[in-house]
């Protein structure tokens, strides 16, 4: 049993962007960029690992990508042909320096730097047995267990890497730098993203393929669902080392997670969900004269829906690009506040209006309250909503931040108390099945399906084994971080 509780004053929870490059002089300087493409996935904190081909100089900081690596003399103390990168998430505690990733740590076979996209869900049971075993962690993220059972595993890093992820329970997309390769993984699930670009000669990884666009490198292709990547001097190695599962790919990167324009296992993000706002306007159509997105998740899917119902769209609410996702403020308070100081209403597309509102998803509710009742003061004639997912009833356990269930505002309400508390005229919901047909996928099967959304179903399918168990490891659990 844990004797003193590490967590409780700086509990995290994450999402998280990892990007990794293998042989090329500017490693960390594409890596730091790479990192501000997918500054979306977490703005708490960035790091970075190199290599040099004798040493692994790191620089890790509080703050934005562009805050912490925009110094020429920061790059340049980088030095090396090999890099990876991390940049993190929170939305409360105190940011805490020894969990900002990459992690590093001296093995037998040499230095080796980590960094993870995910969660995983057996970490608190694990990270119990490596402490009674007499592991001293440094940090209170799920990654480092990952770290401790390498370390006393024998073989090459790929040997110690697969038997430890044979362990490993949870949603993961890992980069890993070595004294010689860079290795990518992906659970054997696929939940959380990870991809192969190419600039010349040399390879890429990152979770999103926005990351290389801004530096003129190519996509590739995914990597698989359970595949782990050698990248060295000998070119690419791929190897599949666990048991095969169904792929179950997190549907929610698609609805609000990753960028617009990124390619996520060969589908445009941009394009998903303006599939899902026309499917929502033949699923829950409504007679409106304007077709209104709350900017900026909103916009594909509100483009889509006044596609669909040949309504006009206009930028009925104009938001203020200076401040960051709502989601960042730790307090309520904060969080109320901060949908003032980010969205003001358009009047003259609102005053006298029957207008749609369209948004990619509701969570505790907090936005779409504030919002409705901002358009209603600024004179709409009526306030319908369209939610481009399904109604959010069940927390993720596999990386994507969601409050615990009695926060989230469908696992307690149905859709008629939901619109009567948002104060809306009418309010839906994209459908499961409307969901699956805009993404292209056959109709949800509840044997197979194609995609995680067990945020909409509670339909888990990697175990959560530190939710099951003793009280005590339900009270860790708690304390569990996302990466
Ligand atoms: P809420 O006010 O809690 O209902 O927040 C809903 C809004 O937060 C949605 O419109 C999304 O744009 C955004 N959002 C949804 N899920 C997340 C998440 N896991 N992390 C950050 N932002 C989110």
Same mark, same amino acid.
């Given at each position: ?8 004053? #700086? ?13 090329? #002089? ?26 040099? &081909? ?11 990508? &562009?805050? !912490? ?14 890099? @990876? ?19 590093? *740590?001296?093995?037998?076979?040499? &230095? ?10 057996? *970490? ?33 890093? $790929? ?11 949870? *949603? =993961? ?6 004294? #010689? ?5 992906? +659970? ?31 996509? %590739? ?7 782990? %990547? ?12 666990? %048991? ?6 997190? $549907? ?97 597309? @609102? ?11 509701? %969570?505790?509710?907090?936005? !779409?309250?504030?919002? $409705? +009742? /901002? ?21 993720? =356990? ?19 108390? /939901? ?18 047909? *805009? ?11 194609? =995609? ?6 509670? +339909? =888990?399918?990697?175990?959560?084994? #530190?939710? /099951? ?15």
């Amino acid at each position: 049993m844990l004797t003193t509780n590490p967590f409780q004053d #700086d509990k995290l929870h994450e999402e998280c962007a990892i990007f990794g490059i293998f042989g090329n #002089d500017e490693a960390a300087a594409h890596t730091a960029l790479g990192l501000h493409a997918l500054q979306h996935r977490g703005q708490e904190a960035a790091g970075i690992v190199a290599f040099d &081909g004798a040493q692994f100089p790191a620089h890790r900081g509080i703050g934005l990508v &562009g805050d !912490i690596f925009g110094r020429k003399s920061v790059i340049e103390r980088l030095n090396g042909f090999a890099a @990876i990168g991390h940049t993190r998430y929170s939305t409360s505690g105190a940011p805490m320096m020894r969990n900002v990733q990459p992690l590093f *740590a001296d093995l037998e076979i040499g &230095g080796l730097a980590i960094a993870h996209n995910g969660n995983l869900t057996n *970490a608190i049971t694990m990270r119990k047995q490596l402490v009674q075993q007499g592991c001293i962690f440094q940090s209170t993220t799920d990654t480092e267990i990952i770290v401790h059972l390498m370390a006393t595993r024998r073989g090459s890093v $790929v040997e110690r890497l697969t038997s430890t992820l044979q362990q490993i329970e949870g *949603a =993961y997309s890992l980069v890993v730098l070595s004294q #010689d390769s860079l290795i990518g993984v992906r +659970d054997p699930h696929g939940v959380r993203p990870l991809v192969l670009g190419k600039i010349g000669e040399n390879y890429m990884l990152a979770s999103e393929s926005c990351a290389f666009d801004i530096i003129g490198a190519t996509y %590739v292709r995914d990597i698989e669902p359970g595949e782990l %990547v050698v990248i060295n001097k000998e070119g690419i190695s791929s190897h599949f080392p666990f %048991v095969p599962q169904q792929q179950r790919f997190c $549907v929610f990167e698609y609805i609000y997670f990753s960028r617009p324009d990124s390619i996520v296992e060969g589908i445009s993000v941009y394009e998903a969900r303006k599939r899902i706002g026309i499917e929502l306007s033949h699923e829950s159509p409504v007679e409106a004269d304007v077709i209104v997105p709350i900017p900026d998740s909103g916009v594909p899917a509100a483009i889509g829906f006044a596609q669909g119902s040949n309504t006009p769209f206009e930028y009925g609410i104009i938001r203020n690009h200076y401040v960051g996702r709502t989601f960042i403020e730790p307090s309520d308070e904060i969080r109320h506040l901060g949908v003032k100081l980010k969205h003001s209403a358009n009047r003259a597309y @609102i005053t006298g209006k029957r207008v749609v509102l369209v948004d990619d998803s509701i %969570v505790r509710g907090t936005t !779409i309250r504030k919002i $409705v +009742d /901002m358009v209603r003061q600024a004179g709409a004639k009526e306030v319908h909503i369209r939610i481009a997912s399904p109604p959010t009833t069940h927390s993720c =356990y596999y990386g994507v931040d969601t409050p615990e269930r009695n926060a989230l505002l469908a696992a307690n309400s149905d859709v008629d108390s /939901m619109r009567d508390l948002i104060g809306a005229d009418s309010l839906a919901f994209i459908s499961i099945a409307g969901l699956y047909r *805009a993404m292209g996928q056959p109709e949800r099967n509840g044997e197979a399906p194609h =995609y995680c959304d067990a945020c909409f179903t509670g +339909d =888990y399918p990697i175990q959560l084994t #530190d939710q /099951m168990g003793e009280p005590d490891k339900r009270q860790l659990s708690l304390l569990t971080e996302f990466n």
